[in-house]
């Protein structure tokens, strides 16, 4: 059996990430797909939200399941029994970072292995980050992100709006 972690920010989950997931679960027994902590990120959603909004997301597969860990991904995945993280490539820009978090991650733990998958180019130029931008200024996010998302990124922008 071959657990696959999926960790990321998902702050929120978009159709790119959709789409890693959906492709993932063809190829490993089970995703977990684990919001995680990221120093440099300051996130408009909680935990919780996120965790949420994965859920929604992703209740239409079987084999995943949806949880967060507050420390390192490789401490989480001993806890869950997994060897295999799992992330997308938008670019050659993502590969920088990718390239050394897989690195200390198999530093920190030998048997930890990074499964790259190319991000399907209809999606290629979408990141959580600009999403929420567009979303902070009013523009239209309905083919970037699952409906429940798109409602909840306008509940967080204008609480106070009537829909
Ligand atoms: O979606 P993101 O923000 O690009 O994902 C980055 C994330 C959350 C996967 C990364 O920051 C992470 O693994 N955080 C957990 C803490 C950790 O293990 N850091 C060391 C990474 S080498």
Known sequence: MTIAI?????DPITYGHLDI????????DEVIIAVMFNPS?????????????????????????????PGLLVDYM???????????LRAISDYESEFQMASMNRKLNPAAETFFMATSSHYSYLSSSIIKEIAMYGGNVTDLVPLHVEQALRDKLQPNKEH
């Not at 997931?21 to 490993?28: G, L, N, P, S, T």
């Not at 001993?78 to 997308?88: C, D, L, P």
């Open 6 to 10: 999926y960790p990321g920010s998902f």
């Open 21 to 28: 997931v959906e492709r993932a679960v063809k190829i490993f």
């Open 41 to 69: 990120k300051h996130p408009m959603f909680t935990v919780d939200e996120r965790r949420q909004l994965i859920r929604s997301a992703t209740s239409h597969i079987k084999n995943v399941r949806v949880d967060s860990f």
């Open 78 to 88: 001993s806890i869950v029994h997994a060897n295999v993280i799992v992330k997308g």
